[in-house]
DNA sequence: AACTGACCAAATAACTAATCTAGTCATTAA
DNA sequence: TTAATGACTAGATTAGTTATTTGGTCAGTT
């Protein structure tokens, strides 16, 4: 990612996350990131591609962060519940510093969900988590594919009560439900 | 329930599910069941007031009958797959005889969603079949309340799917989830 | 090769007038 | 006495119109 598109990116990150999707115009962007308005269509070909590009930048900016927190647990279990409660925290703490009242988050929220891509996000880790839990005999001989996709439906879930509840209101009743699902899979 | 006020949910009714709760209003209700306008005052202090009325005994017919259907079933852990599926099924097909458009599922859903007492509803049925497990000895000595409110909040997100997808749709996603919970708690 | 901003069709907002609606209540019917 | 009624009203919603803004383009600049 060149300097252009930093700015961009960051200008995008600063007013969509304070006026939404809908009240931030491109022109807007263009103006508090200091470019052309053409400079940005030079890199995405809409404004909705530059969303979504701004949301995943974000998710590879938190992964990777949680990806160096825990490389330190060794164990397949610990790992998944650090991994999810961390990601939330991460995200918690990005959504607290954009200063995104929760109406803006649930248009933010949902202006994702028109755009299939984000959606099926990057999260391999996950997945390996639960291999190692299997080879390290922690976990039963699951079908890998369908347990993540369980856990992940069930977690992803948690989004939409993060853009309106605090992180420690939803973390007690995440991390019961995680618990259960955890329990499920054991030797 | 008299006569009128049989009239009146009935009317209630149809037209909800057919236009949605704000494009009915009470005067065609009134007009469909035969009463006055005043009449429906007397029985509901107000329009929505009538809706989580009209709520409240659909999901009170639908609990009955599925407590009727599962009354054979003696294995906790099978009554509890059962009687999730066939609510699951029978909300379906009201759904379907209904006639309701997605969309109009969606607002009747948000409409209900600003009226607390709809939410918190009565599912003795599940409390009692946890705690029956752990009495037949497939479940372990867990902590019933909390259990409950694990398989509830997971198994209520999927109100939302149900509205918008196809029963068969989500029944196998829901199936996988619910199983790793309950094997979650099993001896 | 990267960037720019004037430009345009189409979408959205602002404004107003006209219509509709939730809830009331004095009256009627049972 | 109790239940039912429908005309009534303040406030909300809609429809129709105009004014403004917006996403996206592209010929020209750096």
Redo the contacts between chains.
């Keep these: 990612m060149n300097s252009t598109e930093l700015k961009i990116l960051t200008a995008a990150h600063q007013l969509f996350f304070r006026f939404g999707f809908k009240k931030t115009s491109v022109d807007e962007i263009a103006a508090e990131a200091g470019v052309g308005k053409g400079t940005i269509y030079n890199h995405y070909s809409n404004k909705e591609e530059l969303f979504m590009k701004l949301g995943e930048s974000m998710q590879t900016l938190v992964k990777e962060q949680v990806e160096r927190e825990i490389s330190h647990v060794t164990q397949a279990d610990e790992r998944i519940f650090e991994r999810i409660d961390r990601e939330m925290k991460l995200f918690s703490a990005k959504k607290l510093e954009s200063g995104a009242t929760p109406a803006i988050m649930q248009e933010l929220f949902e202006v994702c969900g028109h755009l299939k891509s984000l959606q099926k996000y990057n999260e391999i880790g996950l997945i390996r988590d639960l291999e190692l839990g299997v080879e390290q005999g922690i976990f039963k001989k699951i079908d890998v594919e369908?347990?993540f996709?369980?856990?992940y439906?069930?977690m992803g879930?948690f989004m939409l009560k993060w853009l309106f509840m605090d992180y420690e209101e939803v973390k007690l009743?995440r991390n019961?439900?995680l618990?259960?699902?955890?329990?499920?899979?054991r030797v």
């Design positions: 369908q347990t996709k369980s856990i439906t069930v879930q009743e019961s439900i618990k259960m699902m955890i329990d499920g899979i």
